[in-house]
T-cell receptor, first 118, second 112 residues
Framework: DTGVSQDPRHKITKRGQNVTFRCDPISEHNRLYWYRQTLGQGPEFLTYFQNEAQLEKSRLLSDRFSAERPKGSFSTLEIQRTEQGDSAMYLC????????????????FGPGTRLTVL | AQSVSQHNHHVILSEAASLELGCNYS??????LFWYVQYPGQHLQLLLKYFSGDPLVKGIKGFEAEFIKSKFSFNLRKPSVQWSDTAEYFC??????????FGAGTRLFVKA
């Protein structure tokens, strides 16, 4: 399977614990996005990487959230001191950089990591 | 701020019925518009997109959408739905740049 993969698929944690999610984009894609999706809502943009540079970060991403993309390949999203309100599906997407206009590039989504904070 | 509104959260149709899902956005400038679909147990995938040119765009599986600039709308249509179209459909808008805004989604159930 050469699509976007995410690990783990499910994570249950206790409030206050730290969690880390991983995303492996399609190998030739240099653009990577993280989204959060809660029940009954569409995906909400969290952050964007072009290669290893984090170029955009939503105000939804509090100081407890950090994302990295070392070497411009896989990316990690860490949530520190989790709260019950962090329970959601965390989606990763990637796109190529072929089109000049970033929004012209189709985003390919992974299966998501479902986080439950008890 | 940009926003996307999808009028129906749940739609139930019988096979062969026609489908129209509404989508309105709030942004006055040039936009790129998308419809994504998520079939049960599968990833979100692109159904169709509009960037410029003919406001009637055709996507996969017989879907089409019409961009009406004066109404800030991008409604999704299919003349005759099949049971396999049961899925959740998301309208999305990008006004240039990194951020794509998604609507809340419409769950479509097609009765066989």
């Amino acid at each position: 399977d050469t699509g976007v993969s995410q690990d783990p698929r499910h994570k249950i944690t206790k409030r206050g614990q730290n969690v880390t999610f991983r995303c492996d984009p399609i190998s030739e894609h240099n653009r990577l996005y993280w989204y959060r999706q809660t029940l009954g809502q569409g995906p909400e943009f969290l952050t964007y990487f072009q290669n290893e540079a984090q170029l955009e970060k939503s105000r939804l991403l509090s100081d407890r959230f950090s994302a990295e993309r070392p070497k411009g390949s896989f990316s990690t999203l860490e949530i520190q001191r989790t709260e019950q309100g962090d329970s959601a599906m965390y989606l990763c997407a990637s796109s190529s950089g072929l089109a000049v206009m970033i929004s012209y590039n189709e985003q390919f989504f992974g299966p998501g990591t479902r986080l439950t904070v008890l | 701020a940009q926003s996307v509104s999808q009028h129906n959260h749940h739609v139930i149709l019988s096979e062969a019925a026609s489908l129209e899902l509404g989508c309105n956005y709030s942004y006055g400038g040039t936009v790129n518009l998308f419809w994504y679909v998520q079939y049960p147990g599968q990833h979100l995938q692109l159904l169709l997109k509009y960037f410029s040119g003919d406001p009637l765009v055709k996507g996969i599986k017989g879907f089409e959408a019409e961009f009406i600039k004066s109404k800030f709308s991008f409604n999704l249509r299919k003349p005759s739905v099949q049971w396999s179209d049961t899925a959740e459909y998301f309208c999305a808008v990008n006004a240039g740049g990194f951020k794509t805004i998604f609507g809340a989604g419409t769950r479509l159930f097609v009765k066989a």
